[in-house]
């Protein structure tokens, strides 16, 4: 049981190149999420999902686009990386919580440098 | 809105002391309350959750929590400090899956 698995763990990009980040789960959780982790900022989100075909906006989204084709599967794609969102990103799941929320369980990030 | 304040970016404890880890939080609703540990280059891992039950909250590894709605608090203790709870906290706020509110983070320093 791999639980939340993100690939790649590092990547150094070029201004203006494009890349995309995987997230894989096997939890079948419905919610999925992307923050970034900037020094002193914690974590902030940048799209979600809440299930297969669907996304939403988080907090920071701009310069990021997703897509939930599969359940197990979400993606973040940077179109044209740019030297700001050098960061580390997380993904994160959770189950249909109800009337209560449930814990978000995280992968091990990806390092991404834009020079 | 929802916000968390972690009132200390760094706490340094020795080791066999107890620990404090301070998070204040507004909320328009009754939240729910997280704390989370992150080792170094790993993602988050759950210490524990407040969800409306019990204001003493017990979590992993021997932290609790307790919610003090009068205070809007949410602090985290552990009586006795271990060298491998050297890591960073962070305090989540969450009146819904849909959106989470991190701290800042508390980063836990621990003394031989």
């Known amino acids: 049981n791999a639980g939340v698995t993100q690939t790649p763990k590092f990547r150094v990009l070029k201004t203006g190149q494009s890349m995309t980040l995987l997230c894989a789960q096997d939890m079948n959780h419905e919610y999925m999420y992307w923050y970034r982790q900037d020094p002193g900022m914690g974590l902030r989100l940048i799209h979600y999902?809440?299930?297969?075909?669907?996304?939403a906006k988080g907090e920071v989204p701009d310069g990021y686009n997703v897509s939930r084709l599969k359940k197990q599967n979400f993606l973040l794609g940077l179109e044209s990386a740019a030297p700001s969102q050098t960061s580390v990103y997380f993904c994160?799941?959770?189950?249909?919580?109800?009337?209560?929320?449930?814990?978000?369980?995280f992968g091990d990030g990806t390092r991404l440098s834009i020079l | 809105a929802q916000s968390v304040t972690q009132l200390d970016s760094h706490v340094s404890v020795s080791e066999g002391t107890p620990v404090l880890l301070r998070c204040n939080y507004s909320?328009?609703?009754?939240?729910?309350l997280f704390w989370y540990v992150q080792h170094p280059n790993k993602g988050l891992q759950l210490l524990l959750k407040y969800t409306s039950a019990a204001t003493l909250v017990k979590g992993i590894n021997g932290f609790e929590a307790e919610f003090k709605k009068s205070e809007t608090s949410f602090h985290l203790t552990k009586p006795s400090a271990h060298m491998s709870d050297a890591a960073e906290y962070f305090c989540?706020?969450?009146?819904?899956?849909?959106?989470?509110?991190f701290g800042a983070g508390t980063r836990l320093t621990v003394k031989p």
């Open positions: 909320s328009s609703y009754s939240p729910s």
């Open positions: 989540v706020v969450s009146p819904n899956n849909n959106d989470m509110r």
């Open positions: 999902s809440v299930g297969e075909g669907t996304t």
């Open positions: 994160a799941t959770a189950k249909v919580g109800g009337s209560l929320n449930q814990p978000q369980h």
